[in-house]
């Protein structure tokens, strides 16, 4: 039970702060520039192409980033598969 207050901070601090840099993958998508993933965080980072927006979605499991690369319509299954459905924040774009 001690290590549990101990990890839990750790795991806010890095879905707070800054974003955890990965490989961003571009996507042929009228919603859509670049899409990336972390799969020890688990994390789902998707830039849009109005205002050039940044969100991060958290707890996402690597088959549904796969499936969404693999997608016709990698709008669409956004749509349907993960906006709403897992916890979210926008960020700032760090790439170098």
């Known amino acids: 039970m001690g290590d549990f207050k101990y990890r839990l901070p750790a ?19 009228e919603a859509m520039t670049s899409v990336g993933y972390d799969a020890d965080a688990k994390i789902l980072e998707i830039q ?16 549904v980033f796969d499936d969404m690369m ?17 916890s979210e924040k926008r960020i700032d774009d760090l790439s170098i």
């Open 48 to 63: 849009f192409k109005t205002g050039g927006a940044i969100r991060q979605f958290y707890n996402v499991p690597a088959t």
């Open 11 to 29: 795991l806010f601090d890095i879905i707070n702060t800054q974003p955890i840099p990965m490989k961003k993958y571009p996507v042929d998508s």
């Open 70 to 86: 693999a997608a016709a319509s990698q709008g669409e299954f956004f749509n349907t598969e993960i906006n709403g459905k897992y």
